[in-house]
């Protein structure tokens, strides 16, 4: 067969999918990575490459970086929108789906006055007819994937990064269609799609947005109650190709916690609007333990002068570090979750609002495989006394190999392949 990726434009979603890209290109299969150029992630191509995969660019970045300015200058300031599904806020669900139409309308612009030709959808709709995908495995974020299936004739399926929100907010959005009393009378997924459906004629379906059926990278506990048809997927953790450091050739002599804030500490509310690395640094400088800290050289310029047991690295990606490791904070992103389960290690939670972080850390901490920090009142002796739990009590250990044997349940990639395998014989035209 030959298998279309169609992934949203950053690493922080490539990677989540290789394991799987693996899997079907090792069983035989052709397998190709479109994306776009819109510059977010300037290492992207290169990542996709580096992993043994072949990119598919498909152009936009001019039209596409125009028109997203918007919603990354508003993503910094206190009062952001985020495509989050808060556990507390019932009203949630609404917000994330304005935010979604927004980023999806911005990430696909139509055409440019005085031009026909539509950057980014014509390109992978132009390929996939011209290489002529047996399937087109779609991220949430990149929904133009089920478009472009749709006009070549491939089967086509979701491929879930994280918690199914396009899929919650779907079956609430249909649920108040049909509610009189509601007051939504017009699908207010048209305004965007519709137009993006008529230019290659056709028609709105609702698997344009949910797929035919959804590969899902997460654990079964935490998925939605939700009426769709969904393939499990055990979560591989893959973080890019590196070399190995010397220093970690050998286990430490004390414990050694992991901590990393990705790429989002920015979004932090702590003071002067971000997480405070000189002071949480100083009171874990009396700690018998070794911190190694993922900073780049931004956040290496707040933290001052490290304690002596605080190690700073630029990048090491988590699979060689987590295996030595006895806690790590974080900030709450489904991959390094993702990976701190499979390595068996507690986590201290500054859960960040972007997509499913307050879901995960509380499913986390519900099963005694870590705690939470609230980013909007971080409090660094807490988060010290809450280190120290994590690595000297017995439960948190117990409570992430649980977690891990929660994974193993599901099928690893390379046992979905002939289930993929058989629904795109289903469903290809």
């Known amino acids: 067969m030959r298998i279309l990726f169609n992934v949203f434009p950053a690493s922080s ?48 970045k001019e039209e596409i970086a125009a028109s997203l300015a918007p919603h990354l200058a508003a993503a910094n300031r206190p009062d952001r929108r985020t495509a989050e599904i808060d556990p507390d806020d019932e009203n949630a669900w609404r917000t994330c789906r304005d935010m979604l139409i927004d980023l999806l309308g911005a990430h696909y612009p139509p055409p440019q006055a005085g031009s026909d ?45 994280g918690m199914d929100n396009v899929g919650l907010v779907r079956t609430k959005t249909l649920q108040e269609l049909a509610d009189p009393s509601s007051g939504l009378t017009e699908d ?15 028609d709105f379906t609702e698997e344009t947005l949910l797929g035919q059926w959804t590969l899902d990278l997460t654990a079964a506990r935490m998925q939605y109650p939700l009426d769709l048809r969904y393939v499990p997927v055990r979560w591989i953790p893959y973080n890019g ?18 901590f990393t804030l990705g790429q989002t500490r920015r979004l932090l509310n702590g003071p002067q609007g971000g997480f405070p690395l000189r002071e949480f640094f100083d009171s874990v400088s009396d700690l018998d333990l070794e911190m190694v800290a993922t900073l780049n050289n931004d956040q290496l310029s707040t933290a001052g002068t490290l304690p002596d047991n605080v190690r700073a690295i630029g990048y090491v990606p988590l699979n060689q570090l987590l295996p030595t490791s006895s806690a790590v904070i974080h900030h709450g992103g ?12 507690p986590q201290l939670m500054v859960p960040i609002p972007m997509w499913d972080e307050k879901v995960i850390a509380r499913y986390i901490s519900a099963r005694g495989a870590g705690l939470i920090v609230d980013p909007a009142a971080i409090d660094v002796d807490s988060m010290r006394k809450d280190l120290v739990r994590l690595i000297t009590e017995p439960s948190f250990q117990a409570g992430a190999r649980d977690l891990y044997e929660d994974m193993l349940a599901a099928p690893a990639p390379k046992d979905v ?3 993929v395998e058989r629904l795109t014989r289903e469903h290809r035209c």
Request: net charge neutral; glycine share 10%.
């Open 13 to 60: 979603h490539v990677f989540p999918v290789v394991p799987l890209a693996w899997a079907l290109q090792s069983a035989g299969h052709e397998v190709v990575m479109a994306t776009t150029e819109a510059g977010l992630d300037p290492k992207l191509f290169t990542n996709i490459a580096s992993a043994g995969l072949t990119a598919v660019p498909l152009g936009g």
């Open 117 to 161: 030709h539509r950057p980014v959808l014509d390109t992978l709709v132009e390929f996939a007819r011209n290489w002529r995908p047996d399937l087109v495995l779609w991220d949430p974020l990149a929904p133009t994937g089920a478009v472009a299936a749709r006009a070549c004739g491939a089967a086509h399926a979701r491929l879930l990064f």
């Open 188 to 202: 207010p997924w048209m305004p965007w799609l519709g137009p993006v459906l008529e230019r290659y004629g056709l």
């Open 241 to 258: 190709g590196s070399t190995f450091p010397q220093w970690l050739h050998t286990r430490p002599e004390r414990p050694r916690a992991v």
């Open 334 to 345: 489904g991959g390094t979750s993702g990976a701190c389960v499979a390595y068996q290690v």
């Open 417 to 419: 392949v002939p289930t």
